[in-house]
């Protein structure tokens, strides 16, 4: 009676572990597949084209090395996998932040290249000749988007379907107003010299009001991250101080479950206070 017992606990585990593994193997091949797609999304958005399984492969490296790494340093498996997951999905927020502050330097630059192009019109010359000498002079981002438009022009795309193509890769305010402007002064004419000296003036006063909300709203955003850390650090301070209390914060169900809720209450504080400070202009 105890070996069928037996024998029935160890096909039962057998028949779970199977299952997880094969969840475990369909959820990895997902988010393999799901990053390699994204990566090389994004990246062609930055004008690099890379191996996706190269970036896949150097992402694995880097999470089993920081793995390793925190357990050799704490000792627990739990917060070596913490901070490997972070590692696995820390990539993605990086890319999303990069493009980001890519779209806040293409509107800086954008000012600049409208009045210059306002000149260049009043000066006699044409939307497209300005716009290639423009262009060749500016810095980048706005050079490697505004030079796709002029490329895909020469291969056959009208003007207006380029614009429409850098709306779509910027998909910004100023990048529409001045989109736009460049559509209807191709499509009606006009006086677009005007336009675009309104346009840039616009566009300063917009980047001057941004930043003096930025300058503002700094505080809290530096608040957050600062109320954020506090437990982190105290609970690590405390940690060296008295470790035997603290074990039962890392070695009970009880404490995970106290560093989950603090974990959870700490995420939910940092988004309602960054969406407290995010203020669209």
């Given at each position: 009676?105890?070996?069928?017992?037996?024998?029935?606990?160890?096909?039962?585990?057998?028949?779970?572990?199977?299952?997880?593994?094969?969840?475990?193997?369909?959820?990895y091949a997902r988010y393999r597949a799901a990053f390699k797609k994204e990566a090389t999304l994004r990246m062609s958005e930055f004008f690099l084209f890379l191996d996706?399984?190269?970036?896949?492969?150097?992402?694995?490296?880097?999470?089993?090395?920081v793995l390793a790494l925190f357990y050799i340093a704490s000792g627990s498996i739990w917060i070596s996998v913490a901070a490997g997951t972070l590692a696995l999905v820390?990539?993605?927020?990086?890319?999303?932040?990069?493009?980001?502050?890519?779209?806040?330097?293409?509107?800086?630059?954008?000012?600049?290249?409208?009045?210059?192009?306002?000149?260049?019109?009043?000066?006699g010359s044409g939307v497209h000749s300005a716009l290639r000498h423009i262009v060749a002079q500016a810095p980048a981002p706005l050079t490697q988007e505004f030079g796709?438009?002029?490329?895909?022009?020469?291969?056959?795309?009208?003007?207006?379907?380029?614009?429409?193509?850098?709306?779509?890769?910027?998909?910004?305010?100023?990048?529409?107003?001045?989109?736009?402007?460049?559509?209807?002064?191709?499509?009606?004419?006009?006086?677009?010299?005007?336009?675009?000296?309104?346009?840039?003036?616009?566009?300063?006063?917009?980047?001057?009001?941004?930043?003096?909300?930025?300058?503002?709203?700094?505080?809290?955003?530096?608040?957050?991250?600062?109320?954020?850390?506090?437990?982190?650090?105290?609970?690590?301070?405390?940690?060296?101080?008295?470790?035997?209390?603290?074990?039962?914060?890392?070695?009970?169900?009880?404490?995970?479950?106290?560093?989950?809720?603090?974990?959870?209450?700490?995420?939910?504080?940092?988004?309602?206070?960054?969406?407290?400070?995010?203020?669209?202009?």
């Amino acid at each position: 009676m105890v070996i069928i017992f037996l024998c029935s606990i160890a096909v039962l585990v057998a028949v779970v572990s199977w299952f997880l593994q094969k969840s475990f193997v369909q959820v990895y091949a997902r988010y393999r597949a799901a990053f390699k797609k994204e990566a090389t999304l994004r990246m062609s958005e930055f004008f690099l084209f890379l191996d996706p399984a190269q970036l896949w492969f150097a992402n694995v490296v880097v999470c089993a090395l920081v793995l390793a790494l925190f357990y050799i340093a704490s000792g627990s498996i739990w917060i070596s996998v913490a901070a490997g997951t972070l590692a696995l999905v820390a990539p993605q927020y990086t890319i999303k932040r990069l493009k980001r502050r890519r779209l806040q330097h293409f509107d800086e630059q954008l000012p600049d290249l409208v009045q210059a192009l306002a000149g260049a019109l009043r000066a006699g010359s044409g939307v497209h000749s300005a716009l290639r000498h423009i262009v060749a002079q500016a810095p980048a981002p706005l050079t490697q988007e505004f030079g796709l438009v002029l490329r895909e022009q020469r291969m056959g795309v009208s003007f207006e379907q380029a614009l429409a193509h850098l709306y779509q890769r910027v998909p910004t305010e100023g990048a529409g107003l001045v989109v736009s402007s460049l559509k209807i002064a191709a499509q009606s004419g006009g006086s677009l010299a005007e336009t675009l000296e309104r346009i840039a003036v616009t566009l300063r006063a917009r980047l001057h009001l941004l930043g003096r909300v930025r300058a503002l709203t700094s505080q809290g955003r530096m608040q957050a991250w600062v109320m954020a850390c506090l437990p982190v650090a105290l609970g690590l301070v405390l940690n060296q101080l008295d470790p035997e209390s603290m074990k039962a914060l890392w070695q009970t169900s009880m404490g995970w479950i106290v560093l989950a809720i603090i974990a959870g209450l700490e995420l939910l504080g940092i988004f309602f206070i960054r969406r407290i400070v995010n203020i669209q202009v």
